[in-house]
């Protein structure tokens, strides 16, 4: 009975730990940022898998016909007027229900909190959390009292068995002088029975609390693990996105270096022509070798500006949002010009930002190329517009092309990783991905997408493509 006994209060704690530790604090590290909705899944399911699992193995333990008093140990009660403990199966069922009910009004609302984290309704999340926390406090108490009832039944089985044993050695021991062999034959074999069972029980005790603590280590240092691998993934992801746009600067940096080097090309040949005329004067050769220098520092510029770029910024430092944008198109000049793109920039004043000014460059970058290919397609007008707001505390960029719109099944999945509606030679998938992970990790803002109707230079256009990018201000940080 003993073994019956503790075996269900072992599933009980670990209900318990599991609600807080899978349940409870995931959704805390989610709704504070500690973790990605995408990486609380696989805790929330795992803690969801243990608390069925426990409460299942609890149930079928405690009314299993396994572990029901054997028929030796009732005739011996029955016998010596010892009697049963009174089980209040009422009490033990009513519990029981209460919680089952909350179990399903915690799933319940485990999942209405992952459904408001993905539409970012935080206001919502937090007030839904204060309840799965009132839920899991009470789901505890339940489960605190359901071991209350079950050590109670232990100790009052314990209790039971205590009389038995000392009745049986009175009764031995009194006895001793009519049947004295049969009697210590009897008190050896009655007491090595209760000395077994009472030391299985105290063994089991400490078996089953190591395991509980061993699989608190581990679940612990899974999530660790998890969490540090999310982090090299997204590190690798990040370099892949870099990577990707090399193709396109490379391009860049070719369209404008070849107009210089055949200018340059011109200049070496004219003083071999003026050499075999005999016009080569000092005067001519002073000029041309400016020429050359100043299409030499042109390149050198060029170059610079491509290779800064590049550069990873160690430290957030405060830059002008205007330059950020215009230095962003810049480097997308050529591919704009040769599918016709225009650009407009529209900001009142410029507004100084606190962050890292490459990788803001970057999702702009990204951006860009992703209207530039939905408008290579487009026979109309090709135009890109660039909204700049600031309100109190926050920057609005808003970024808009004519480029037809995204499909309205494509668009819940854009920012995605891995996720393309190109061919694999055109796009890797995770562009989006990363300009979201530097929006939100790094310059702590959001970024979204959405089709609209829009007027750009006086044109209306029924399917546009808005994406919104909000910044706080940082006003604090030093100037």
Not at 98 to 104: A, G, M, P, T
Not at 264 to 272: A, C, K, L, N, R
Not at 366 to 376: E, G, M, T, V, Y
Not at 448 to 456: P, R
Request: charged share 25%; with cysteine.
């Amino acid at each position: 009975m003993f073994e019956k006994r503790t075996k269900p209060i072992i599933k009980l704690e670990a209900i318990k730990d599991a609600y807080v530790v899978n349940i409870h604090d995931t959704l805390y590290d989610v709704y504070h940022k500690n973790i990605t909705l995408e990486q609380s899944y696989d805790v929330l399911d795992l803690g969801e898998q243990l608390i069925e699992k426990n409460w299942s193995r609890y149930l079928e333990i405690t009314f299993s016909e396994e572990y029901k008093t054997s028929w030796v140990t009732k005739i011996i009660k029955e016998f010596f007027i010892i009697g049963s403990q009174d089980k209040n199966k009422i009490l033990q069922n009513s519990i029981i229900s209460n919680i089952n009910d909350k179990n399903v009004k915690i799933k319940e609302l485990v999942d209405e909190i992952i459904l408001e984290l993905s539409n970012e309704n935080y206001e919502r999340v937090s007030l839904l959390i204060d309840n799965v926390n009132f839920e899991i406090n009470t789901i505890s108490i339940y489960i605190t009292n359901l071991t209350n009832y079950d050590l109670n039944m232990a100790i009052s089985e314990r209790r039971d068995t205590q009389k038995v044993f000392n009745t049986l050695s009175m009764i031995l021991n009194i006895s001793i002088v009519w049947v004295f062999l049969f009697s210590i034959i009897l008190s050896i074999v009655i007491i090595l029975h209760f000395k077994r069972l009472h030391f299985g029980l105290e063994d089991a005790v400490n078996e089953k609390t190591k395991e509980l603590q061993a699989l608190n280590e581990s679940l612990e240092k899974r999530i660790q693990d998890e969490v540090g691998n999310s982090r090299k993934k997204d590190l690798i992801m990040f370099q892949q996105a870099r990577l990707a746009s090399l193709g396109e600067m490379i391009s860049n940096i070719a369209h404008q270096w070849r107009q210089p080097l055949g200018s340059i090309m011109m200049i070496v040949q004219g003083f071999q022509t003026k050499m075999e005329l005999g016009k080569l004067t000092p005067e001519v050769l002073e000029e041309k070798v400016n020429d050359a220098i100043i299409l030499g520092e042109s390149m050198s510029n060029t170059l610079e500006d491509f290779q800064n770029f590049f550069k990873p910024n160690r430290d957030k430092e405060r830059f002008s949002l205007k330059d950020c944008i215009e230095h962003s198109f810049e480097l997308s000049k050529y591919l704009l010009d040769e599918e016709n793109i225009e650009f407009h920039l529209k900001i009142k004043q410029d507004i100084e930002v606190y962050g890292f000014y490459n990788e803001l460059s970057h999702v702009f970058l990204n951006i860009i190329s992703n209207s530039k290919d939905a408008l290579r397609s487009k026979d109309q007008k090709r135009l890109m517009e660039v909204i700049v707001k600031k309100s109190k505390n926050k920057i609005r960029i808003n970024m808009v092309d004519n480029g037809g719109g995204i499909d309205e099944e494509i668009l819940p999945h854009i920012f995605e990783p891995y996720y393309t509606t190109k061919y694999k030679s055109a796009g890797t998938g995770i562009g989006l991905y990363m300009s979201q992970q530097i929006i939100e990790k790094h310059m702590q803002g959001t970024i979204d997408c959405k089709n609209i109707y829009y007027k750009i230079e006086n044109q209306d256009f029924e399917n546009c493509t808005l994406f919104t990018i909000t910044i706080p201000v940082n006003e604090g940080k030093e100037q």
